[in-house]
């Protein structure tokens, strides 16, 4: 692509300072949008990143549709933008590496209306990477380097101010049930609905009489394991064999410290099928072991 993608450091700067404010109030990811207008040289200029309400999580953020959907009508009336306005989603991976996941790359999926996509994933430290996906005539993409025009400053306290009022992380509940006589409570790290919902995994854990509690350092840990691992197969970097022999060890790692969670070993047809659409808390099963231990990999 011979065209160059450039953005003002005042609105790096916030994108990052987003990020730096969802690591600060919650340790968790965060998510938004930007525009790109096309100059008169036919370059693309990135500005103007937002955010909206949404639900954020260490490994994950999930913005509001109806907001979003209200936010491109905004830009769709601003007579300032102009037909050739592109949007670009932007996220963050808080202190891990920028990269695409395998579902960074589902998500892009939902942009391929248009002709081509922008895309930008950044982390707390200011590494980033940014693709342009093109749609028509063909399928590609191209990972291409941000021209970042000034320089970097500490992080803004209206965008703590904001961040706080727009982000939701959730919270821990109880949910208390009865067997043989005995109150057993379990405790679940998610809420929303977009969430994990660990019912549809806990299939064992009626047959025990003890309270169970959910890891959550854990399974945010085995989420990112698993994020890395499709992505890895996806890119075509790992094969059949390979993924088995990596979820094999994270079970035997999981089995040693006798974790409620485990991941299917499924075959390479049923990877094939699942690890194009699903997201990887689909590759997570819950299990109730006696004492287990928690903790990161």
Not at 46 to 51: E, G, K, R, S
């Amino acid at each position: 692509m011979n065209r160059s993608f450039y953005i003002d450091v005042k609105h790096w700067n916030k994108i990052i300072d987003y990020a730096r404010a969802a690591n600060k109030l919650f340790n968790t990811e965060i998510g938004g949008m930007l525009i790109a207008l096309e100059d008169k040289e036919g370059d693309w200029e990135l500005m103007n990143p937002v955010i909206l309400t949404q639900d954020v999580t260490a490994a994950s953020t999930v913005l509001e549709k109806e907001e979003l959907a209200e936010y491109y009508n905004s830009i769709a009336m601003n007579k300032k933008y102009g037909p050739k306005t592109q949007f670009v989603w932007w996220h963050s991976h808080n202190t891990m590496k920028a990269y695409f996941s395998s579902t960074d790359t589902n998500t892009m999926l939902e942009y391929k209306g248009g002709r081509f996509s922008m895309s930008l994933v950044v982390n707390i430290e200011g590494s980033y990477v940014f693709r342009v996906s093109v749609w028509d005539p063909v399928v590609a993409y191209e990972e291409l380097e941000l021209d970042i025009l000034g320089q970097e400053r500490t992080l803004s306290k209206s965008i703590l101010k904001e961040v706080e009022a727009k982000c939701t992380k959730p919270v821990t509940t109880a949910l208390t049930t009865w067997k043989n006589g005995k109150k057993v409570t379990r405790k679940s790290h998610y809420t929303s609905s977009d969430q994990l919902e660990l019912d549809d995994y806990n299939s064992g854990f009626y047959g025990r009489d003890h309270q169970e509690t959910i890891d959550t350092d854990t399974y945010n840990s085995l989420f990112e394991a698993m994020d890395e691992i499709n992505t890895d197969y996806v890119k075509g970097t790992l094969n059949y064999d390979k993924w088995l022999e990596k979820v094999k060890i994270l079970n035997r790692q999981l089995k040693q410290r006798r974790s409620i969670y485990s991941v299917p070993e499924i075959s390479n047809n049923e990877l094939e099928h699942r690890v194009y659409f699903n997201h990887p808390h689909e590759f997570i099963q819950g299990h109730a072991y006696e004492g287990y231990l928690g903790g990161h990999f």
